[in-house]
């Protein structure tokens, strides 16, 4: 277990829908860290959020956005899905920004029908 | 741009031999390089990194060498064991300091009794 909780596990919803997903970061943590990963594919950086402010952007689509509240938990939001975002979303958390390892969540597996 | 470029994309070895597994990347910045195993549905996990002051770590059978003159790094992993089996991920942190890892492709390494 390494101490990052996301939720919820699997995500089933239609095309057009809006959902939102939750990540707890370990205790301690400041920096949170979305990822999206596709169907046989490599990790893509979506956010980064750190003590509450947004600190680094990646390919992350119009439709999506984040935020990380003042407990330091994070929430993605992804509206008018598309079939192609059916993909398993990680979290990771790290104490600080860039000088210790990330501990990644167990992901969430949204699949859009 | 920010990128990490993973060979090779698969790699199949007997059990007992070793395999190398090789990453270069583009922003000189970069000063932390950590490899992840990813078990099929299962989330990142660390299993080596290193910093860019050190050209060579070793934890048991695994090892990892960072070239920064050339900007690569690479994953070595003696006597391989069936359990090794995984997908494989490199990663290095961008020049904005954050803590933003990008990622390689990955590589699906097949160990075989």
């Known amino acids: 277990d390494s101490g990052v909780t996301q939720t919820p596990k699997h995500l089933i919803t239609a095309t057009g829908q809006r959902v939102t997903l939750r990540c707890s970061p370990r205790?301690?943590?400041?920096?949170v860290y979305w990822y999206q990963q596709s169907l046989d594919q490599g990790l893509q950086f979506l956010i980064q959020?750190?003590?509450?402010?947004?600190?680094a952007k990646g390919n992350i689509l119009e439709r999506f956005s984040a935020q990380q509240f003042p407990d330091l938990h994070s929430e993605l939001n992804l509206s008018s899905l598309e079939l192609g975002d059916s993909a398993l979303y990680f979290c990771?958390?790290?104490?600080?920004?860039?000088?210790?390892?990330?501990?990644f969540g167990q992901g969430t597996r949204l699949t859009v029908v | 741009g920010e990128n990490v470029e993973q060979h090779p994309s698969t790699l199949s070895v007997q059990e007992g031999d070793s395999a190398v597994i090789k990453c270069t990347y583009s922003?000189?910045?970069?000063?932390?390089f950590p490899w992840y195993k990813q078990e099929l549905g299962k989330r990142p996990q660390l299993i080596i990194d290193?910093?860019?002051?050190?050209g060579e770590k070793k934890d048991q059978r695994i090892a990892v060498t960072l070239n920064k003159t050339a900007k690569h790094f690479s994953l070595h992993i003696t006597e391989t064991q069936p359990e090794d089996s995984a997908v494989y991920f490199c990663?290095?942190?961008?020049?904005?300091?954050?803590?933003?890892?990008?990622f390689g492709q990955g590589t699906t390494l097949q160990v075989k009794p």
């Open positions: 990771a958390s790290s104490v600080v920004e860039g000088k210790t390892e990330a501990f």
């Open positions: 205790s301690g943590d400041l920096s």
């Open positions: 959020y750190y003590n509450g402010e947004e600190r």
């Open positions: 922003d000189s910045a970069s000063n932390y």
């Open positions: 290193i910093r860019s002051n050190v």
């Open positions: 990663a290095a942190s961008m020049r904005s300091n954050t803590g933003k890892l990008i």
